[in-house]
């Protein structure tokens, strides 16, 4: 499992608000899910379903001291869920709050062209969210995550825009139940062109590789380490209404999915800066 939501990085990935600036983003996702895959690929959970609708407003802050090329900005991410799950014998409905993600220091890169535009950062997953050992429908992991990870967005011509987030995700123990989930590394994309200077359609989606195995009272989990996989892929549309403000839709279809649930995802996100 992961904090992290693959996927929701493929609009302007390396790209934060200038110094002094701040800018507010809004993340809407629906994800459905029939199948929890194995780790052949099969449906291991008979009678599974997911259902997950989540909001997710972020706030990013530019400092106006600069270091160079070099800018610092502070964030948080504050997910909101309405969760339902059945698996066999039991089901669950939770609305609550989610596992607050914070960006506690970025340090953003542009050349002097602006073609070429990222940022580090060493996000952390704060245990924020609602959660039960005695229920199916959680909202939070009951875990604190540690997620260094690298934006970049490249525009090699006016229209082509190329952007990429990798990211590795380190969590702590469930102490509830001493299940500790292995290190995830993700990786989210997009090829989008530019049919106007308003309209851009693009291809984008996710890669994710669970790199270390899942240990249960410090031992290994049952099949291998219980360790997951997803690819995911679909079209954007992005609509530009004015400098720093945007909204985009997408879809991703999951396949190749060991040891998670394998679903669709639909997404609505907006940006806009304060002034």
């Avoid at 960006?103 to 704060?126: E, K, Q, R, W």
């Avoid at 609602?130 to 490249?154: D, K």
């Avoid at 006016?158 to 702590?172: M, R």
Wanted: glycine share 10%; proline share 8%; no cysteine.
């Amino acid at each position: 499992m992961a904090t992290y939501p693959i996927g929701v990085n493929t609009v302007l990935n390396g790209i934060l608000p200038p110094p002094g600036g701040t800018e507010f983003y809004n993340y809407t996702e629906y994800y459905v899910a029939n199948k929890f895959a194995g780790a052949d690929g099969k449906s291991s959970v008979p009678g599974f379903h997911s259902e997950v609708f989540v909001d997710a407003p972020r706030v990013v802050h530019t400092w106006g001291a600069t270091l160079g090329p070099f800018t610092l900005s502070t964030g948080v991410v504050v997910p909101l869920f309405h969760l339902h799950v059945d698996v066999p014998g039991a089901s669950g409905t939770r609305s609550a709050l989610g596992d607050i993600i914070v960006h506690p220091l970025m340090l953003g890169y542009s050349n002097p062209s602006h073609t070429f535009f990222a940022f580090f950062s060493p996000d952390v997953g704060l245990p924020t969210g609602s959660y039960s050992v005695n229920r199916v429908a959680n909202t939070g992991l009951n875990t604190y995550a540690f997620e260094p990870n690298l934006a970049v967005t490249w525009f090699p011509s006016p229209e082509w825009e190329l952007s990429g987030f990798a990211q590795v995700e380190f969590n702590s123990p469930n102490h509830a139940t001493n299940y500790h989930s292995g290190a995830v590394a993700s990786f989210d994309y997009l090829i989008g062109y530019s049919i106007t200077q308003k309209v851009q359609v693009g291809l984008q989606g996710y890669f994710l590789k669970q790199i270390s195995d899942d240990t249960v009272n410090g031992q290994i989990a049952p099949n291998d380490g219980f360790r997951g996989q997803a690819i995911g892929i679909g079209p954007q549309l992005r609509y530009t209404w004015g400098p720093g403000a945007a909204i985009a839709f997408k879809y991703q279809h999951e396949f190749a999915v060991r040891n998670r649930p394998q679903g669709e995802r639909l997404w609505v996100e907006f940006a806009f800066p304060f002034r």
